[in-house]
């Protein structure tokens, strides 16, 4: 939260603009993420993935930016979608919509709200969001309760798809944790930044969590004919 400094209130620091499927779906960028929401429709075209979890290796991949953009792409596909941001030590999904994040998981897990207070619109028609809400002291053991399954049943029931945003692999155990109760993780990785040991690494640890790894999108690749678009995403 920052002070807007005419009338001193609080305000939330937007990200929105990082939402180039929104703002500008013309734009190379809004055209790699409809080609990795194809490439993920035929990944299990006999049983469609449903829950999907994102994460990185390490910190500033921009696996939330990732998120939240291939998830406007679904919405705008015809998809049902419901986000989920468990990362509850750097929760990053309501910046993107302009919300607050009063009330989310944490506070879903710990029972202080139910399943439906916590599943908030996010003004985009098919997307709501579960946002992280108050940071908790142990997020690992909230993660890996049986109630995180209930949450994780309840938003199978009422979506088409279920995106999940956790902290970096080898930051945290938060990520290893919810990969097996998933259908399927996507690892983000940043190009010119992420240090292959680091990714062997990280890929080793969800495999070792028997982990359904789908794939890997390379985020803030420069292409320097994009104007100001300076990064291009992609699968693979």
């Known amino acids: 939260m920052g002070k807007n400094n005419k009338g001193g209130r609080q305000l939330l620091k937007s990200r929105k603009e990082e939402l180039l499927v929104l703002n500008n779906p013309k734009s190379p960028v809004a055209e790699a ?17 449903q829950t999907v979890l994102f994460t990185s290796s390490a910190p500033s991949e921009g696996k939330s930016s990732v998120l939240a953009n291939l998830a406007v792409s679904m919405v705008q596909n015809g998809n049902k979608v419901i986000i989920i941001d468990a990362d509850l030590r750097k929760p990053m999904q309501h910046k993107f919509f302009e919300m607050t994040n009063f009330n989310g998981l944490s506070n879903v ?31 690992a053991e909230l993660l890996a309760s049986r109630k995180m399954e209930e949450i994780l049943a309840k938003a199978r029931a009422e979506a088409d798809l279920v995106f999940i945003d956790t902290p970096p692999v080898l930051a945290v155990t938060d990520a290893v944790i919810l990969a097996s109760k998933v259908d399927g993780t996507l690892l983000v990785v940043a190009s010119h930044q992420t240090e292959q040991k680091l990714l062997l ?18 985020n803030k690749y420069p292409v320097h004919q994009l104007n100001r678009y300076h990064y291009y995403h992609y699968y693979g």
């Not at 990795?36 to 993935?49: G, K, Q, V, Y």
């Not at 690494?201 to 390379?218: D, Q, T, W």
């Open 33 to 49: 993420f409809r080609q990795i929401r194809t490439n993920l429709s035929f990944i299990s075209p006999d049983e469609p993935l």
């Open 109 to 139: 897990l710990s029972g202080e709200i139910d399943f439906a207070t916590g599943l908030r619109e996010t003004g985009i028609d098919g997307l709501k969001l579960i946002s992280a809400g108050s940071i908790p002291p142990n997020p």
């Open 201 to 218: 690494k990280a890929k080793e640890l969800l495999v070792n969590a028997r982990a359904n790894i789908l794939g890997v999108i390379l």
